[in-house]
Nanobody, 116 residues
């Protein structure tokens, strides 16, 4: 079992930056692949970025070059640094953890709103 708590969301103007954090507890954090997903109003949840237990990272094309995922295994925390934010980045952002991709643990989400 893994418990995930996101923080760092808020309201920012277009072009601004935010850093999201996701604190994990309850299991061996370093074993898990960590990911960020988001759900915009009226849309389905979409994948944003992943950081594997081995340190590899991957990004959706829509955020590549603007967002950076990182993890601190000593702090059991994964981060999402979001730069050059656009209004279309407005969404609820969710942290996820998994060893088996079909069995993800999810956080409660944090709202990010980007004003134009």
């Amino acid at each position: 079992q893994v418990q995930l708590v996101e923080s760092g969301g808020g309201l920012v103007q277009a072009g601004g930056s935010l850093r999201l954090s996701c604190a994990a507890s309850g299991s061996i954090f370093s074993r898990y692949t960590m990911g960020w997903y988001r759900r915009a109003p009226g849309k389905q949840r979409e994948w944003v970025a992943t950081a594997t237990s081995g340190g590899s990272t991957n990004y959706a094309d829509s955020v590549k070059g603007r967002f950076t995922i990182s993890r601190d295994n000593a702090k059991n925390t994964v981060y999402l640094q979001m730069n050059s934010l656009k209004p279309e980045d407005t969404a609820v952002y969710y942290c996820a953890a998994w060893v088996v991709v079909a069995s993800k643990y999810w956080g409660q989400g944090t709202q990010v709103t980007v004003s134009s």
